[in-house]
């Protein structure tokens, strides 16, 4: 626990619940930004890797140990599994529950990384966790008004029960960095290689520009790294390279060192729902984002002012675009200059803890 959450009081507290990952920047920004709200934040946490009939029995021991029994028990994301478990505990110990999916497995699984046929036994599992982990809460968290509609439409939430708070950038770790100067611009993506990332299309971009003052950079390891690493044997020698990921306390440097940094690009329905970790991040940091132009981008940020969007899947837009970067110094700093000055105000820790706790008090929760 922060030192902000032992100095907050007691009155309204919030128990993170579940095998989460504390490292993961969405709960991590949450525990500290409420902390800051002044709710006392607390933490009933396993690991995430433990098998369900293993997984419950540790987290009621932790739960029962604990003695703060007041106030919101929150899941954060990718925890589904364990909403079931929390919502029993909830009404025993008077408390309402929250759930910050961050995404849908189905949407993920099915729609996003398609290991899973539509209609087929797996993808049908995956629905019912939804649709049982999403309903079951006092109040579900989205990062956008688009997962808020898809969820609502998707697994019957009432529509009233679903809030929408930003991902937001963890502002311990990013802050405004002197851009880099001179050429080759370095383009950096980073990520886990999901089809929303659409690194294909990066790999293609790199192609049709041919080394015109940029290099890529590629970070990270996941579903599509090894086509996006085929496709790279095309581009001229020392135009892409690929680097294995990084641990958090890591991208802020890595960022800094980029002079564009690539947001998502894939064609499936998930890109048009999401606003990733890395926009917020790099444009705290004051770099210029350049990622696909979706309504779920354009409910925080502005086209043009706070980021360059391109069409999701066209690699020659994407080219342009970098390409109009890497010619223009001026352009990058502005985009870089104001679509930073936005997210440092308004979607930093504290600001993402004061919405949170607003969001609880309007719901009558804390």
Not at 146 to 168: D, S
Not at 291 to 304: K, Q, S
Not at 324 to 346: F, H, I, K, N
Request: with cysteine.
């Amino acid at each position: 626990m922060s030192a902000a959450s032992e100095r907050a009081g007691r009155g309204s507290g919030v128990l993170f619940f579940g095998g989460y990952d504390p490292l993961y920047p969405r709960n991590a920004i949450l525990r500290e930004g409420l902390a800051r709200a002044g709710l006392a934040v607390s933490e009933c946490r396993v690991d995430g890797r433990l098998k369900v009939h293993m997984r419950y029995p540790a987290l009621i021991a932790r739960f029962l140990e604990s003695r703060d029994r007041g106030g919101v028990m929150l899941v954060p994301e990718f925890r589904h599994k364990d909403v079931p478990l929390a919502w029993a505990l909830a009404r025993c110990a008077g408390r309402r529950l929250v759930f910050d999916p961050l995404v849908s497995r189905y949407e993920t699984r099915v729609l996003d990384r398609a290991d899973a046929a539509r209609g087929s036994a797996q993808a049908r599992h995956n629905r019912n966790i939804d649709s049982i982990s999403l309903r079951l809460p006092d109040l579900v968290l989205a990062d956008t008004s688009a997962h808020a509609e898809f969820y609502a439409r998707e697994f019957g939430v009432p529509r009233g029960r679903i809030r929408v708070l930003p991902v937001g950038f963890d502002d311990r770790l990013f802050a405004e960095a002197p851009p880099p100067r001179g050429r080759p611009v370095a383009v950096l993506f980073y990520g886990s290689f999901l089809p929303l990332h659409g690194a294909e299309t990066i790999v293609e971009a790199a192609r049709l520009l041919r080394g015109e003052g940029v290099r890529f950079v590629l970070v990270g390891a996941g579903q599509t790294h090894a086509e996006a690493s085929r496709r790279a044997a095309g581009v001229p020698a020392g135009l892409v390279e690929f680097r294995p990921p990084v641990p958090p306390s890591e991208l802020p440097a890595l960022v800094a060192s980029a002079g564009v940094v690539l947001g998502v690009f894939g064609v499936t329905p998930k890109t048009g729902m999401v606003v990733p970790n890395k926009v917020f991040q790099a444009l705290a940091v004051g770099r210029p984002v350049v990622t696909a132009d979706t309504p779920a981008m354009r409910e925080f940020l502005r086209e043009g002012e706070d980021f360059a969007g391109v069409p999701a899947g066209d690699a020659a837009a994407l080219a342009a675009a970098i390409a109009r970067l890497a010619d223009d110094e001026r352009l990058r700093e502005s985009l870089g200059r104001t679509g930073g000055a936005r997210v440092r105000s308004e979607f930093n820790t504290t600001r993402i803890g004061e919405r949170c706790a607003a969001i609880f008090r309007e719901a009558g929760l804390a």
